[in-house]
């Protein structure tokens, strides 16, 4: 009789992990960069690609990097965020166009609004490489030392706002 | 008004299934043969009702009616008509009434084709069919209705997703569904079997047919999926390991296994309880497939929309079907005798051994398709388990069972004796060790992977040549009798078998002499793969019905001799704005040539990708081997004659064979 109990159990500790499992979000992965300082790079501005933007020249102040391109349909779902959060004016946002062209962003920007303070260029996808962009959009809190304090991967949505990235700013700027 | 109908007969169907799952179960425990008789006539009113409700959504989809929200988020105006009707299972809700759909077909054809069937055992069949009916019945009318309105209606739809849009599509997922949902008569029967408590030989014999048919298009449909993904992902892989093809592998090999353990069962009386457990699992699997595909707990190329109460229903359901299918066996199967005594060297003790890899190799994909979530679970972290885990616990798993596949076929029933098989099997070991050794060279480079694939695959082809060879020798017969002589399902096996060693055989030359190029190329470039010269002849800007599309041209020659003509697209799908690559592909037995257009580039150019795939091909003309093998066992004599013979346990099979 034992040894034809035997599938049952097999089955119910998978039953158990299942279950589990549902409640997890596969997406939310954890990135080896948090905790670490934000690669540097040193990319051209998109709207005016004599300039360049650095982190670097933000160190002293907590901000939000936030990977976007014109060509991703994700980014259309947390664009009207940003944009909202970049009215409060609760946190500098900077933005990394990836692997894009400048008319194809520049389009997107007048059409669905400018969130960023400014946007570095990445054209090639060089940098995306140092962040270990897996897709995008992708957003990094990064505090006053430099360092990335967390890292969103996939869509800002409200709840991730409230509940993540704004808690975490504000104790960050008190610090 | 018409989903409404879908949606009433949906209603309806559920109250049939109620029906068919309840009364003839009982009728057969209590020997009621008016309720045992309620069993056909509902599984065909239920055949009818769902097939009303199928048609009322591929109605919704011909005539655009975006006032169904299955209809508006899956479809849109400029799909041409092929694919919104093949949007009725492109999305969550469609693909469920497509489960339910051949769940149903598969029931009506045992309510057909069991006539030799026991008024009992037949009850009991298609009441078990009616029960999993039930199941995908309320989870479509609780959580996953296709037929809900949309008010006030869209303007229009959103659009199939880009990647479904593609011939392939259209065949692939009723395939393959065929084959998951029709293990679920396999597992009837044997849920049958337990409950009546008649294990012998007989419920093995019955459901032998259809558990091939269901193998045959589950070969088919994977065959057709992974093909699919060869050209429409545009990176040339054919096999991700992906967690939603391991749902539809996991299946397949268990399929396998039970395939060979009935045959054994049938003729031997042995392997009884091995047996019914497999055809448990083997359904088991399916459903584990459709829950980890539908429930969002992986995450997938083939991800779907989700929703938590949907993970719910599922995994209640399946802890429902599964667990209570286990328990039934852990209580009737220490009933079943031990069958018939085997030696260590016989065809039994092989058999045995390959069921054993293959289980043996489902669990390591069922293992490696959750290990991610057990971490996660265990609050581990997070990983993904990729190409090498599986490459690395396959391997091992499948070298020994393709070895053995030489030998089982040769090997005698009951006894077989050693000496004898090395003797008769020494000529098909040599030729194959010396093919490995000096095919690869050859072909350029020798690798021990290299060898041992080469080494399995002519070691099946010798073995079959010259199984082939003692069967049809030594008789004075013309050649045509004495090919006719062996059954159809012996022939079944050797080509069932031989397409192993060609799918061996392409894959082992695919993996190690492909090459392949990254360039950027510009209007009159030519780049050099494997002595061709692919010449770049620029891009186009074509408008499809509801994508726009860069056309590429690469005019391929060799010493200046033109070969074809390769025009692989990027399209932009324009409702979703999605990029799609369509592959540009010649293919021929001897190598496919295979190029992909990236990214424009500065000035014009492209980058672009080029592939060399030798022998790619025999990959899937492997796999159709396979299931025509399993196609020509099912035309056997005794499957055609079953009508006149009653069965009854005890006959007698003159054509023995696997």
């Known amino acids: 009789m034992k040894r034809f109990l035997l599938p049952l159990v097999i089955f119910l500790t998978v039953v158990g992990f299942l279950a589990v499992g549902l409640n997890l979000d596969p997406r939310e992965v954890p990135s080896p960069l ?16 004599e300039k360049t933007i650095s982190p670097k020249d933000l160190l002293g102040q907590v901000w939000l990097f936030n990977v976007w391109a014109s060509w991703c349909g ?9 944009v909202a ?3 409060s004016g609760t946190v500098p946002l900077y933005g990394m166009d990836y692997k894009d062209t400048r008319q194809d962003a520049q389009q997107w920007l007048e059409q669905g609004g400018n969130p960023y303070i400014a946007s570095a260029m990445d054209t090639d996808g060089r940098v995306g490489i140092d962040y270990g962009v897996y897709g995008v959009p992708e957003t990094y809190v990064i505090d006053k030392a430099g360092v990335i304090a967390y890292k969103q991967i996939g869509p800002v949505t409200e709840e991730v706002l409230r509940d993540k990235i704004l808690p975490l700013v504000k104790r960050l700027q008190t610090q | 008004m018409i989903p409404e109908i879908g949606h009433f007969a949906l209603i309806l169907a559920l109250l049939v299934a109620l029906i068919q799952g309840s009364f003839p179960i009982i009728g057969a425990a209590r020997g009621n043969a008016v309720w045992m008789g309620l069993a056909r006539p509902t599984a065909r009113a239920q055949f009818l009702l769902i097939a009303v409700a199928f048609f009322c959504l591929a109605y919704a989809f011909a005539t655009m009616d975006y006032s169904v929200t299955y209809v508006a988020s899956n479809s849109n105006s400029k799909l041409p008509l092929q694919y919104r009707i093949a949007a009725v299972w492109g999305g969550h809700e469609g693909s469920l ?18 006539k030799h069937l026991p008024d009992a055992m037949r009850a009991r069949i298609i009441g078990v069919m009616g029960l999993i009916s039930i199941g995908f019945l309320l989870f479509m009318l609780t959580v996953s209705n296709p ?5 006030p209606a869209a303007m229009d739809g959103r659009d199939l997703n880009p990647l479904l849009q593609d011939p392939g599509m259209v065949f692939h997922p009723p395939m393959l569904y065929m084959g998951y949902v029709g293990f679920s008569v396999a597992f009837a029967f044997a849920i049958a079997a337990l409950l009546g408590g008649e294990l012998d030989a007989a419920w093995a014999r019955w459901s032998r047919p259809w558990t091939t048919m269901a193998w045959v298009f589950l070969t088919t449909g994977i065959m057709a ?13 054919w096999w991700f390991w992906d967690a939603v093809e391991n749902a539809s592998f996991m299946p397949w090999l268990v399929g396998t296994a039970l395939i060979h353990s009935l045959a054994v069962t049938e003729k031997r009386g042995s392997f009884k309880a091995w047996t019914v457990l497999l055809a448990i699992c083997a359904f088991s699997l ?4 459709t829950f980890l595909v539908r429930s969002g707990v992986l995450t997938s190329v083939h991800a779907f929309a989700t929703d938590p109460r949907r993970g719910l229903f599922i995994l209640a359901f399946l802890v429902v079907v599964i667990g209570g299918s286990l328990v039934l066996f852990a209580w009737r199967a220490p009933a079943i005798g031990r069958g018939g005594k085997f030696d260590v060297v016989s065809r039994e003790s092989f058999l045995l051994a390959n069921n054993v890899l293959l289980a043996v190799a489902a669990i390591s994909v069922l293992f490696g398709t959750l290990y991610p979530l057990f971490l996660d679970a265990l609050g581990l972290g997070k990983i993904s388990v990729g190409p090498p885990y599986f490459d690395t616990v396959f391997a091992p798993l499948m070298a020994p069972a393709l070895f053995l596949m030489g030998v089982g076929p040769i090997a005698r029933w009951k ?33 021990p992977m290299i060898g041992l694939g080469i080494f399995l695959a002519f070691w099946i082809f010798g073995t079959s040549a010259n199984l082939v060879y003692q069967r049809l020798r030594g008789s004075e017969l013309p050649l045509m009798t004495r090919i006719m002589s062996p059954s159809r399902s012996w022939w079944g096996m050797v080509i069932a078998h031989l397409g192993i060693a060609v799918f061996t055989l392409g894959v082992t030359v695919v993996k190690g002499f492909e090459s392949e190029i990254a360039v950027r190329m510009q209007t009159g470039d030519v780049a050099h793969l494997a002595g061709f010269d692919f010449t770049f002849e620029g891009v186009q800007e074509i408008e499809g019905p509801n994508y726009s599309s860069s056309r590429g041209q690469i005019r391929i020659t060799k010493n200046g001799v033109e070969r074809t003509v390769l025009m692989p697209e990027k399209r932009v799908y324009t409702v979703q704005n999605m990029p799609m690559t369509e592959a540009g592909i010649s293919p021929s037995l001897i190598h496919d040539l295979y190029a992909s257009l990236g990214e424009p580039l500065d000035g014009g150019a492209w980058s672009v990708r080029i592939y060399h795939k030798p022998m790619v091909e025999w990959i899937w003309v492997g796999c159709l081997m396979m299931a025509f093998g399993g196609l020509l066992a099912l035309s056997d004599r005794r499957y055609r004659m079953k009508n006149r013979i009653k069965a009854t346990g005890s006959e007698n099979v003159a054509e023995v064979s696997v």
């Open chain 1, 34 to 49: 948090v905790g670490k300082p934000a690669p540097m790079f040193n990319l051209p501005r998109l709207d005016n690609p």
């Open chain 2, 147 to 151: 037929f809900e309105r949309l008010i």
């Open chain 2, 286 to 289: 399916s459903l584990l497939g």
């Open chain 1, 85 to 87: 959060l970049s009215k």
């Open chain 1, 74 to 82: 994700a980014c259309r779902e947390e664009h009207p965020i940003l």
């Open chain 2, 225 to 237: 999926g992974s093909n699919w993904a060869y050209y429409e992902l545009g990176w040339g892989g």
């Open chain 2, 415 to 447: 006894q077989a004796a050693l000496p004898e098989l090395a003797k008769r099997l020494r000529w098909a070991f040599g030729v194959s060790v010396a093919t490995a050794i000096i095919l690869p060279l050859l072909l350029g480079h020798w690798t």
């Open chain 2, 97 to 114: 009434l497509l489960w339910a759909m051949i769940l149903s077909i598969w029931t009506v054809a045992v309510s057909f084709f069991s």
